[in-house]
């Protein structure tokens, strides 16, 4: 009877054991992918900001053309 009971215990043990490393690589891939896409938003905020830096510049470059095209018809 005792060794029933610790066989229970054993496979309850290793059971738990496997859903605990099946959970520990479900946190690693998710770990993973949150990393890649923390990279990839990165990556798209330096985009983001050289793209607002060259259409700030070129609407400046509009703004002194109008401004110039204005001053030459006033």
Known sequence: ???TQIKLASDNQNKD???INS???TLD????????IGNKIGHTVVTLADQTKNLKNQVS????IIKGV???IS
């Open 1 to 3: 009877m005792k060794s």
């Open 70 to 72: 204005s001053n030459l």
């Open 23 to 25: 959970a520990m690589g």
């Open 29 to 36: 891939e998710v770990t993973i992918n949150n990393n890649e």
């Open 17 to 19: 054991a496997q859903e």
């Open 61 to 64: 470059r509009l703004n002194k």
